[in-house]
Nanobody, 119 residues
Framework: QVQLVESGGGLVQAGDSLRLSCAAS????????MGWFRQAPGKEREFVAG????????YYADSVKGRFTISIDNAKNTVYLQMNSLKPEDTATYYC????????????WGQGTQVTVSS
């Protein structure tokens, strides 16, 4: 099992920046990638950003490309999501996830952290 704990959410104004953190523990060696997802009220959960465990490969949703940056600190078993130029439409609960090697799916999830962007 892998445990994930997010932090760093909050209430900010449009144009501000925020950095989310996700601390991983447990059998992290069983995962090969980390990702961030978000879910706004009344909407389905959507992919935001992902990275290989090495951090060499990253990928982003078009809606956040150029504004958000995902990074991994393997020494700390922590993945970050730096969010710049935030927009009201970025308001959502943000979830950290780890991809399980055996299934190639994001099988491990954190509890989520709320990000609210006011206009």
């Amino acid at each position: 099992q892998v445990q994930l704990v997010e932090s760093g959410g909050g209430l900010v104004q449009a144009g501000d920046s925020l950095r989310l953190s996700c601390a991983a523990s447990g059998r992290t060696f069983s995962t090969d990638a980390m990702g961030w997802f978000r879910q706004a009220p009344g909407k389905e959960r959507e992919f935001v950003a992902g990275a290989s465990r090495s951090g060499e490969t990253t990928y982003y949703a078009d809606s956040v490309k150029g504004r958000f940056t995902i990074s991994i600190d393997n020494a700390k078993n922590t993945v970050y999501l730096q969010m710049n130029s935030l927009k009201p439409e970025d308001t959502a609960t943000y979830y950290c996830a780890a991809r399980y090697i055996a299934t190639s799916r994001y099988d491990y999830w954190g509890q989520g952290t709320q990000v609210t962007v006011s206009s």
